[in-house]
Nanobody
Framework: QVQLVESGGGLVQAGGSLRLSCVVS????????MGWYRQAPGKERELVAL???????NYADSAKGRFTISRDNAKNTVDLQMSSLKPEDTAVYYC????????????????WGRGTQVTVSS
């Protein structure tokens, strides 16, 4: 089994910063892409930021210049540093990873965390 557990969400004023962390544990052979998604009430889940195993990054337009994604392959973690937060950033943030497990080393599966709430007050 593989688990993704997020932490670091909370309530912050507009203009403030938060750092989200996600740790991956379980029967891991290799982790490919890791990412952060978010879902606001009444909206579809959307990509915020993605980082490949080679540490190439991709950001949603709304996150560019304000958010930074990073990973620690030794610790199986992925972080999202968020700054200059806006009320429209309010959402549940989900960690995502494509993982080859020890049981199936040739085909990756996509795993999700349960999410962490980020609320930005105006």
């Amino acid at each position: 089994q593989v688990q993704l557990v997020e932490s670091g969400g909370g309530l912050v004023q507009a203009g403030g910063s938060l750092r989200l962390s996600c740790v991956v544990s379980g029967s891991i052979f290799r982790i490919n892409d890791m990412g952060w998604y978010r879902q606001a009430p009444g909206k579809e889940r959307e990509l915020v930021a993605l980082i490949t195993s080679g540490e190439s990054t991709n950001y949603a337009d709304s996150a560019k210049g304000r958010f930074t994604i990073s990973r620690d392959n030794a610790k199986n973690t992925v972080d999202l540093q968020m700054s200059s937060l806006k009320p429209e950033d309010t959402a549940v943030y989900y960690c995502n990873a494509k993982i080859y497990t020890r049981q199936l080393r040739t085909l990756p599966s996509t795993y999700w965390g349960r999410g962490t709430q980020v609320t930005v007050s105006s």
